[in-house]
């Protein structure tokens, strides 16, 4: 059985991954989701779609926070982990650290320095900690006796750790350390640090740079200890890391305090072997000591990690740096997008004139020299661009994360024959005076290549077989949107879909392999205005299983949705998603849907509250 929920969900950690989250259960029911994740280390969709396989199994209630059912607290029993002993510290959660009374007024001024100041910045895998964190950072300094006195080298500091230490020293009467000097690229994060530490009393001195290129030989061997909270790729952990070494004085037993986030075993792998390769040696290691506003596949939380150098210490890249740093620079693709006002296509990427869609919009359309600019498909980056006057080709879906419904089991019943999801799409009517279209129909080589690309998966119309596999999609997609609120029992979808089936499976699609359950689900309705007598076509429900190859899907079942739209004749489609489903959200701006009106709630108080 752990095996096969493994495998259902493609876990890298396998067996032992699932035995995780059941132990987990077992010690924090009812526990979220979230909490499950910060327990195991696995990333937040990974742990729902477990969650969701052990609950088709009947070993985990429906019921939110999930515990486990009487068949699952037999299952650990059987498995031998019906011990639910916890030696969890109850004062510092695991932490190793607590910010004492004394401090509590330095993580009241940093929470007010981080609203006032820069914001995140996800292109380049910004994600800031929290005030607490930033203490706590300090107070790990001070306990492994980095601190008070000498100097400070902050290679990159988004998380303004510069002014918690300026913060920390002001509230305990005197600055604790002689120097800091933060390394960073961004002149926002720099300017805000040189305007706030000025009034502290401690001395930080700012540095912009490009940490693809050395440190300025004015930096080389000149600090006692290094922190670092790098992009979190392994090329980012080795360039920071030896950057780090770099700024550090020579010899052994200098201190180096790295801040990354969880990861698959082979890939901590490649990172721990970049630290070995530095010559640093593991002082001490902390899970989920980091919490970070953001970061919700990760959990929101990141281990801490004391390193020392040795006599074998040396940076691993004393020259320029120029393979991929960030998540976004390891994209071998480009997207492209059009620009609303012209319509004219231009790429983003590696290798294009533009490397950010930011560059694209502080420059403005090099054609009209207007914007704003929609997303469009990935492209890769040899292949030659469209002219700018050619109509704009359909979006390319990414699948968020948290968008992911069950991974079906595979069916008992044999393959069936495929019919279309809908017939042949029909000529694209004009779009009405003052519309900008936002969509249009793939051409059929861009077709077939998405065909090859969603392989073994194909669309066909939803039929009562699909409906077990449809409820728990339904029911995925309300857990998703309404949180504890959602209506997420699969078989009470289940049967709500199979009434609507009666009345009409037109709209209903599927995505399947053969003799396989659906692993993908898009629902179109068509409805007219009472008012107006205009047909329109509401976009209801769209969810994907955590295959390889979901985004893929999610573009073959999306392109089979609007093409069931166009052959119907209809030129307008709209969308409801609550305000909180983010992912969602953004799905439908990549397919170049336009936010038009904001549902408004509020809630009074029961019984008659008058006065």
């Known amino acids: 059985m752990l095996t096969e929920v493994a495998e259902a969900v493609r876990l890298q950690e396998g067996p032992p991954g699932v035995r995780s989250v059941l132990r987990a259960l077992r010690r924090l029911a009812p526990a979220s989701t979230k909490d499950l994740s910060r327990a195991t280390g696995l990333p937040v969709p990974i742990v729902a779609a477990l969650g969701n396989e052990l609950r088709r199994r009947g070993f985990v209630t429906t019921q939110r926070p999930s515990r486990l059912t009487e068949a699952g607290l037999d299952l650990v029993a059987q498995l031998g982990m019906d011990l639910s002993l916890d030696a969890t510290c109850t004062t510092c959660d695991g932490r190793e650290l607590v910010i004492p009374d004394v401090l509590d007024e330095a993580v009241r001024r940093l929470r007010a320095l981080m609203e006032s100041g820069p914001a995140a ?131 052994p037993a200098h201190s180096v305090f790295f801040s990354f986030g969880g990861k698959s075993p082979d890939e901590m792998l490649e990172v721990q072997r970049e630290i070995m390769g530095l010559g640093l040696v593991t002082n001490g290691f902390v899970r989920n000591f980091n919490e970070y506003e953001g970061s919700g596949i990760l959990g929101g939380v990141g281990f801490f990690q004391h390193l020392l150098t040795t006599t074998s210490t040396a940076p691993s890249h004393e020259g320029e740096f120029s393979g991929p740093l960030y998540t976004g620079d390891k994209r071998t693709r480009q997207r492209e997008y059009t620009c609303v006002a012209c319509d004219a296509r231009l790429r983003v990427g590696p290798g294009a004139r533009w490397t950010a869609v930011a560059a694209l919009r502080e420059e403005g359309c090099p054609h009209c020299g207007k914007g704003p600019f929609r997303p469009g498909r990935l492209v890769p980056a040899e292949t030659p661009a469209p002219p700018a006057e050619q109509p704009p080709v359909p979006s390319r879906q990414e699948v968020p994360p948290r968008r992911v419904a069950p991974s079906p089991q595979t069916a008992e019943s044999p393959a069936t024959v495929r019919s279309p999801a809908a017939p042949a799409p029909a000529p694209v009517p004009a779009a009405p005076v003052g519309r900008t279209v936002g969509w249009r129909p793939p051409a059929d080589e861009e077709r077939a290549a998405l065909a090859e690309r969603a392989r073994p998966y194909v669309t066909r119309r939803a039929d009562e077989r699909d409906l077990p596999a449809i409820g728990r999609f339904e029911a995925e997609i309300a857990r998703v949107s309404f949180g504890e609120d959602a209506i997420d029992d699969p078989a009470r979808w289940a049967s709500r879909l199979g009434r609507a089936m009666e009345k009409s499976k037109e709209g209903m699609i599927v995505a399947d392999g053969p003799g396989e359950e659906p692993v993908g689900w898009c629902w179109v309705s068509i409805n007219q205005n009472a008012m107006t007598g205009d047909r329109y076509a509401n976009f209801r429900s769209l969810a994907v299983s955590p295959v390889d190859n979901r985004s893929d899907v999610a573009e073959l079942l999306l392109t089979a949705g609007l093409e069931f739209c166009l052959a119907n004749g209809i030129t307008e489609v709209v969308g409801r998603v609550h305000v909180g489903n983010v992912p969602m959200r953004t799905v439908y701006r990549k397919f170049g849907f336009d936010p038009t009106s904001l549902s408004m709630k509020l809630f009074l108080p029961e019984g008659d509250a008058t006065r």
């Open 121 to 251: 910045d996800m292109a380049i895998d910004q994600s800031h900690c929290t005030a607490e964190t930033k203490v706590r950072r300090v107070l790990a300094l001070l306990t492994a006796g980095a601190l008070p006195g000498g100097s400070l080298l902050l290679i990159g500091d988004d998380d303004l750790v510069s002014l918690a230490v300026a913060v920390v020293g002001e509230v305990l009467g005197g600055p604790i350390v002689e120097r800091v000097t933060v390394v960073d690229i961004s002149p926002e994060i720099l300017d805000y640090i040189q305007k706030v530490s000025a009034g502290l009393g401690t001395r930080v001195e700012t540095v912009r740079h490009d940490l693809r290129l050395p440190l300025p030989a004015e930096l080389h061997e000149q600090h006692d200890v290094a922190m670092t909270d790098p992009p979190y790729t392994p090329e980012g952990a080795r360039l920071f890391l030896s950057r780090a070494v770099e700024g550090l004085r020579p010899g």
